[in-house]
C-alpha cells in the first residue's frame, strides 16, 4: 500500500504511528536514498555571527552557548542541549555564557552526564518547577537523583514538545559512558547536536534515516585525557577530519564545530583544530560556520 506524503515524512523521523523505528526501519518504508547528500556543497569558513539574536525566515533562532551548549528558541518554548554555566567546571580559566530563555516553557536534552555537558545548578536554574530534562533512559535515575524533573527517553524515540520534536541517537561515548546525540525538528527544519561523541559507523545510517539535516553541531578537538600517568593515546572525541566525514555521512547543510579550546596538560586537545577543520571541510565541500560562544548561527536560507 502507497503511503502518503505525511506518512513517508513520518516514517524518515521514525515518529510513524507514534513508534520509535530504527534508521534501517525508517529507511526501508521512507524508501531513503543511500548516496550523500551535500555532494558538491560550498565550503565557507563564516565569519563570525552577530551577537544580537537575529531575525530569520527559518522560525527558530540557535544560540551557541559555553563549550558544547546550545539554545533553541521556538515561537512557543526554549530547548537547551548540554547547558553549563559553572566557570568552576575549566577552575575559572575560560568564561561561560549565562544561558537565558525568552519562553515560559522549556526544556533541556542532555547528551551525557559529564559535568562539562550536564550543569545541575544552571539547569535547575533554566527549568525551574516546570521545565523538564529529556535525558537517555540509562542515565534516567542518575540524573533524576539530582533533584531535576526527567523524563528518560529511549535512543530514535520522538518525543514532542510544543512545535518541536525531540529525538535521541545513538553516540559513542569516549570513556564508555552512555551517550546519545539529539536530533531536534521544528517544521521542516532539523539539526543535530553530537555532543562530544567518538567517531562511529551509525553516523551513515542517522542522515541516510534522518537527514538532511539543515545545521550539525559537531565536536572538534579530539582530546586526550590523562589517567593517573598515563596520557591516553586514543582521542576520546571526534577529530576535526572526523567530525567534516561525520558531516558529509549525516548529510548536513551546515556545520558549527563546538567542544574545543580549553586544553591543558592533563586534558591535551589537537594543535590547530579549527585551522585543520577548514582545510578539511574546503577540501569535502562541506560548508562550516565558526560560531563564537554567545553568538547566534546564521542558518541556512530557507
Not at 93 to 116: E, G, I, M, Q, S
Amino acid at each position: 500500500m502507497a503511503l502518503s506524503r505525511r506518512e513517508l515524512a513520518a516514517a524518515a523521523l521514525g515518529t510513524l504511528g507514534g513508534v520509535a523505528l530504527r534508521p534501517r526501519e525508517a529507511l526501508a518504508m521512507a524508501g531513503a536514498q543511500t548516496t550523500p547528500g551535500n555532494a558538491g556543497a560550498a565550503t565557507a569558513l563564516a565569519e563570525p555571527a552577530p551577537t544580537a539574536a537575529p531575525t530569520t525566515s527559518a522560525g527558530w533562532r540557535l544560540q551557541r552557548l559555553s563549550w558544547a551548549g546550545v539554545r533553541i528558541e521556538a515561537p512557543g518554548a526554549s530547548v537547551f542541549i548540554d547547558t553549563v554555566a559553572d566557570a568552576g567546571i575549566w577552575d575559572g580559566k575560560r568564561p561561560v555564557v549565562p544561558p537565558a530563555a525568552d519562553n515560559v516553557r522549556r526544556a533541556a536534552l542532555v547528551t551525557h552526564l559529564h559535568n562539562d555537558h550536564f550543569d545541575v545548578g544552571a539547569l535547575k536554574a533554566l527549568l525551574g518547577d516546570h521545565g523538564r530534562l529529556f535525558c537517555p533512559r540509562a542515565a534516567a535515575i542518575d540524573a533524576a537523583s539530582r533533584g531535576l524533573r526527567v523524563s528518560a527517553v529511549d535512543d530514535y524515540q520522538p518525543v514532542p514538545f510544543d512545535e518541536l520534536v525531540l529525538q535521541p541517537v545513538p553516540a559513542v561515548d569516549g570513556f564508555g559512558d552512555v551517550q546519545v546525540s539529539w536530533i531536534v525538528r521544528f517544521g521542516e527544519r532539523r539539526l543535530i547536536h553530537c555532543g562530544d561523541t567518538q567517531w562511529h559507523g551509525r553516523f551513515d545510517l542517522i542522515g541516510r534515516a534522518y537527514g538532511p539535516f539543515d545545521i550539525a553541531f559537531l565536536p572538534i578537538n579530539g582530546v586526550r585525557v590523562r589517567r593517573g600517568k598515563a596520557l591516553g593515546t586514543v582521542p576520546a572525541t571526534l577529530l576535526p577530519e572526523e567530525a567534516v566525514a561525520a558531516a558529509v555521512a549525516l548529510r548536513t547543510r551546515l556545520m558549527v564545530p563546538i567542544h574545543y579550546g580549553a586544553g591543558d596538560e592533563d586534558y591535551v586537545e589537537q594543535p590547530d583544530a579549527l585551522t585543520r577543520l577548514a582545510a578539511t571541510a574546503h577540501r569535502e565541500g562541506v560548508a562550516i560556520q565558526v560560531v563564537p560562544e554567545g553568538a547566534w548561527v546564521s542558518q541556512p536560507a530557507v
